[in-house]
């Protein structure tokens, strides 16, 4: 993993607020240099404490201690203000073709790193589409979580889904107890699509879970064994 300091102006402060999570995006934008030319101008307001480039480079944008704005509005468990929280790394993608295999392997290594450094533990590396899911999608459908979640780096439910038909309509208990199992993972999500937004993320970041029983399942069992530490919040 070469590391490449690559400064960009747009940051703040943490004020103080502890490094308790990660958030993993993509650019969806063309190539890397398209991508680090918008994370470091200061009209957009924009920027990440890492970008990965498909070649496996990384680029240091914002030094960890400081509070990148990557994350935007949304949440994880009670915390709101996740750019304070979080350290986030972009991985430079159309949002349509595969990761590639270097990108990969400086992903997980730079996870590694960070995890060890600030004692994150694998239930709080989430996607931007975790804590968003009413308005992002990336990492998108195509990051392999599972292949994270076998070297530690992320978690995965324990719980095969079935190999056989089985019902695909949602009875609105079925939704009730997803909904109540989601907001015990982490997700915060609420109004009147909240079923919707919470389910296409959980699938697109759990691949294979699709029928209802096979996804209430693996989210029952998600938040048993990882519940969101209610303990961190917004100071």
């Known amino acids: 993993m070469r590391m490449i300091a690559h ?57 960890n201690e400081e509070r990148a704005w990557h994350a935007g509005r949304g949440a994880w468990g009670n915390v709101t203000n996740v750019n304070s929280h979080s350290i986030g790394i972009e991985l430079a993608n159309n949002g349509v073709t595969p ?10 290594q730079l996870l590694a790193a960070l995890m060890a450094t600030y004692e994150i533990p694998p239930e709080r590396i989430i996607g931007h589409s975790d804590m968003a899911p009413d308005r992002k999608i990336d990492p998108g459908a195509k990051f392999d979580w599972h292949r994270l979640a076998r070297q530690g780096l ?3 439910p324990d ?48 691949s294979g879970y699709t029928s209802p029983t ?3 399942n693996a989210a029952e069992n998600l938040a048993q064994r990882f519940p969101v530490d209610l303990a961190i919040k917004d100071t």
């Open 7 to 63: 400064p960009s102006p747009n940051f703040g402060t943490r004020a103080g607020v502890a490094i308790d999570m990660i958030v993993i995006h993509y650019t969806a934008m063309n190539s890397a240099q398209e991508a680090l030319v918008r994370l470091c101008d200061p009209e957009f307001e924009v920027s990440a404490h890492y970008l990965i480039a498909e070649c496996g480079d990384v680029f240091q944008l914002v030094e």
């Open 99 to 108: 990761f590639s295999e270097p990108q990969f392997n400086a992903l997980e």
């Open 154 to 156: 992320s978690i995965w």
């Open 159 to 206: 719980k095969a889904p079935q190999p056989r038909a089985c019902q695909t309509h949602w009875t609105n208990l079925q939704k009730a107890q997803l909904a109540s199992c989601l907001k015990k993972i982490g997700y915060a999500c609420e109004g009147k699509n909240a079923h919707q937004e919470g389910l296409k993320a959980f699938q697109d970041r759990f």
């Open 214 to 216: 096979d996804i209430l």
